[in-house]
Each structure stands twice: as C-alpha cells, then as structure tokens.
C-alpha cells in the first residue's frame, strides 16, 4: 500500500471549499492508501505565534469537520502534530542540510510576506516553514502527497531536500511524488475564493438554517439585475455551488435553460441548491453532533493517531540518527 502524509494548519472551522477540495480526495485516499492526516499546530504557530490563545480551539475545530465529513479513524492514522515529537526532531536534520537559497526563492514565502503585512513575518520559523513541510512528509517516508497547484513549489523543496539528505548520507527517504489533485471551483458568496478571512465562506459546521441565509444573499450573474433579465450560469457562483451539489442532470438542465430565458428567478433556482446542500450535509451535520458530544472519543481517536504516526516516525528517526552517525536516545 502506498503511503500518504497530508496537513492542515488549524485555523478555525473548515468550509466547503476544504470540503470540496482536501478532504474528498483524503477520503478516497484512506480506502485505497496507508493515510497519515495531521492537524499541524506548530505550523499555525509560524504565522500566529504573536496571539497563539485560539489555537487548541482551532485544533478541536478541524478535527471535528474532518470526522463530520467521513475521515475514518480506522482507516487513516488522524494526529496533531505536535504530539509526534519526531516532528520537529527530523525538523531540525533537514534544518542543516537547507539551503538558504531555496527558502529566500519559495514564491510561496514572497507572496506570504506581502499578503499578511499585519504580522511581522521575518522570523526563522517562518523561513523555514518548507523545512518543516518536508520533515512532516519525509517522516512517513510518504510515496505520494496530494497537492493543490498552488503547492508545487513546496513539495518540490521536499523533493529536494530528500535527494540532498541522500546524497549526504545515503538512501533514506523515497521522494515523494506529486498527487496533483484539480479541485472542483467552490467560490464564496461574493463570487470570489472562499475565505474565512473574506467572510464569504459557507461553513461545514453551519446549521442549515445559516446556510439557508447565506444562499439567499449570494451574489449571482450581474446580468440577471431584474428577474426578467436572462443571465448566462457560467458566470455565476451559484451554478458553481450547483454543480458541486447537484446530482440531478435534467434538473440542472432546466435551469440553466430557465437561466438563460430568464424563465425562472435566481430565489428559485437558489432554492433547488438549498435544498440539495441539505441532503448532502445532513449526514455531516450529524457526524458532527455525534463528536462534538463525545470528547472522550476525540481524545482516544488522537491518541490512537498519534500511537499509528509515532511507530513509523521513529523508525525513520532511528535510520536518520543512524546515516548522520548519533544514537538516538530512547532507541
Ligand atoms: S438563475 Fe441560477 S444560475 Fe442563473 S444567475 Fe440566477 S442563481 Fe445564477
């Protein structure tokens, strides 16, 4: 079975974009690979260490969303990072061998830096946050990571960082392959990418009721001004919504057709949507009750994650500590 490492920074409740994006291949990636989902707390710290007082509250958060939507603690080994300690051991070896270089080049840094100006990001941590990436993939000795494409140049850092630890020191670690995974577009209610940050996100803990209202006031077609106006589904986020949702083919026919005449009203064809996300939620939403009732469970279904990941980080550790010539303590 081929292996799998993916993360999450804990930064509060998921929304229907990680739904539709991550968590649906995680969930077929559990019934088919040996899965290692981490919820990764000492990344959160990288962006947020000035006001970390949320995090345990994040941290709880994702892990319900994520069992709401069907990840299956006995399928996949479900762990916060900071629990496997191997983290941050194998952390500071590849920390060694990192070229400042690459770091400095990352766009994904560049690009950090310039959107969250309201943190003071130039710290070392925050360089390092592809170093850290990779120890969190490298430590599973993962064959595959499902990526985004807006995460490719991270992942090939970790690539790299696994040919230079090998050239130093001799085979350890496989290099990770790319699961490049397109996912289905989820825009926010304003029609831009869904966001806590820009307030447009439809959450996956949200009662139906709030969904209901937030449906409502979605932005449509601008075309569609008035209700005898026609507008034109591709270019409205509704449709979007729609074709994510939506199972039934000849219904979406017909309103797109009803769309397009303006034969029907952006309220009606809301209301089909409404109704659909209610049937595909439902499920989720009481996965939810059920967990968030339950913190025990939470806990045992941590620790039993945590046990899974630290039996194959430590292996790792150990050739690690072996190939750079120490002795692990505790081995
Ligand atoms: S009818 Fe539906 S697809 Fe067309 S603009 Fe209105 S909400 Fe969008």
Redesign the pocket.
Known sequence: MKRVFSGMRPTGRLHYGHMAGALTNWLALQETHECYYSIVDWHALMSDYADPSNLAEHVTDALLDWLAVGLDPNKCAIFIQSRVKEHIELHMALSMIAPLGWLERNPTYKEQILNLQNKDLSTYGFLGYPVLMAADILLYKSNQVPVGEDQTAHLEISRELARRFNNFYGEVFPEPEMLLTRYPKIPGTDGRKMSKSYGNALEIADEMPVIDKKIRT?M??P??ERRTDP???N?????DL?KFFNPDKEEMNE??E???TAG???????KK?IAHVAVNMAPVHERRKYFEARAGELNDILNEGARKARARASETMEEVCRAVGMTRAGA
């Open positions: 979605m449509t077609d075309a569609r507008g034109e589904p270019k409205c986020p509704v449709w729609h309103l797109a009803g769309c397009r029907i009203g952006c309220i009606d064809c809301k949507l």
